[in-house]
């Protein structure tokens, strides 16, 4: 039996989740850059994102399956309990569950940092993906029409959300995640998504 471990990710985790990525950028819409970063680039990213937000990374017998994070939705102030998530499965491992893991872990975590939405931009035509989120509880938000040009077409990026809780009264700041990496709440989400996986 492959041994399955969902955690939080490493700046060690880097180079794998990146070679994971690069075929999205080379071969897909999925995701609108041109050219795959590099590792340093990259490296920022995540340095830069996981100082609030977590980034996950599903391992099958220490080899990287899956990845994803949560980031800033906007910049500005009155948008701070908003983030986006993306979510990369390498392409041996789709409908295994890892997907699905990696989103039930990351509603739990943000919940507990006092985020309230959740985004996703899908380029459209995408099926799977608007299925896949739909069952994960998230609904069309509306569309960006002819947003993104990437090989030699204009495409729309259909945007769904999803919330974490009811919006009610004044939100409370965020808890930054490195605050509650290591707390046993953290270590028990994980634990609870990774039964979702089924190889």
């Known amino acids: 039996m492959p041994e399955v471990v969902l955690r939080v990710a490493e700046e060690k985790d880097a180079a794998a989740m990146l070679a994971l990525y690069a ?50 939705h906007r910049t500005r102030a009155a948008y701070q309990w908003s983030v986006e998530t993306s979510i990369y499965v390498e392409e041996s491992w789709h409908r295994c569950g890892i997907a699905g893991a990696i989103y039930a872990a990351l509603f739990e975590l943000l919940a507990m940092q006092g985020y309230y939405n959740i985004f996703v931009g899908i380029t459209s035509p995408n099926e799977r993906s608007m299925k896949f989120h739909k069952a994960m509880g998230f609904i069309i938000s509306g569309a960006y029409q002819e947003s993104m040009f990437k090989f030699g077409q204009w495409r729309d990026v259909l945007w769904m959300g999803k919330s974490l809780r009811a919006h009610e009264g004044e939100p ?15 270590a028990r989400a994980l634990r609870q998504a990774e039964q979702r996986i089924h190889l």
Do not use: H, N
Request: aromatic residues 12%.
């Open 23 to 72: 075929p999205y950028v080379i071969q897909t819409t999925v995701s609108s850059e041109y050219e795959p970063p590099s590792l340093d680039e990259f490296l920022g990213r995540m340095r830069s994102y996981t100082t609030k937000l977590p980034w996950l990374v599903c391992t099958v017998d220490g080899q990287v399956a899956g990845y994803g994070y949560a980031a800033p």
């Open 172 to 186: 409370q700041p965020t808890v930054p995640f490195p605050e509650i990496k290591d707390s046993p709440l953290v």
